[in-house]
T-cell receptor
């Protein structure tokens, strides 16, 4: 049973560019959340998707957007990249109504 | 405001010794509390969680945590540490005010285990 799968594992982008990160939730899970983990920090909640809609959002600018597909997979898009966007981006999934997320291994984004 | 404080940035223990990692939280309602572990280059693995009921919670890998409402604490313990426990540990809080989806994490405690 595959857990949460994220791609790519590493990515280098230039300031001002746009990036798309992908996440496949654990089998049977229908809810996906995204977190940003800067170096030496704990993860920070970006947003959560359920039934293809953004249900809750953390304190992140509109440059951060997402999407959830009918198969529950999800994308995180970041526009106009800043150096400060460099971080590990974690995707987490769960089954709606239950608690306790399963996290993926993350995508390491470096903005130069 | 919601927050989590993990006062110990780095802890070193000998293999076989007992361990306690501290976590204090601020939350305006009854919290949901979690401990996660992260190995280098890996995602987060859930060790245990508290929602209600018995304040002593048992988790995986021999870990346990105790919720103390009066102290706003949720400390993680293990009676005998193994070398494989070396990792980063994160305490997190969520709940009805912010939703169980929106977890607030502490900055983590890095655990080093010496032979």
């Amino acid at each position: 049973d595959a857990g949460v799968t994220q791609s790519p594992t590493h990515l280098i982008k230039t300031r001002g560019q746009q990036v798309t990160l992908r996440c496949s939730p654990k089998s049977g899970h229908d809810t996906v959340s995204w977190y940003q983990q800067a170096l030496g920090q704990g993860p920070q909640f970006i947003f959560q998707y359920y039934e293809e809609e953004e249900r809750q959002r953390g304190n992140f600018p509109d440059r951060f957007s997402g999407h959830q597909f009918p198969n529950y997979s999800s994308e995180l898009n970041v526009n106009a990249l800043l150096l400060g966007d460099s971080a590990l981006y974690l995707c987490a999934s769960r089954l709606a109504g239950l608690h306790g997320y399963t996290f993926g291994s993350g995508t390491r984004l470096t903005v130069v | 405001a919601q927050s989590v404080t993990q006062p110990d940035i780095h802890i070193t223990v000998s293999e076989g010794a007992s361990l306690e990692l501290r976590c204090n939280y601020s939350y305006g309602a009854t919290p949901y509390l979690f401990w996660y572990v992260q190995s280098p280059g890996q995602g987060l693995q859930l060790l245990l969680k508290y929602f209600s009921g018995d304040t002593l919670v048992q988790g995986i890998k021999g870990f346990e945590a105790e919720f103390k409402r009066s102290q706003s604490s949720f400390n993680l313990r293990k009676p005998s540490v193994h070398w494989s426990d070396a990792a980063e540990y994160f305490c997190a809080v969520g709940g009805p005010l912010t939703g169980a989806n929106n977890l607030f994490f502490g900055t983590g405690t890095r655990l080093t285990v010496i032979p």
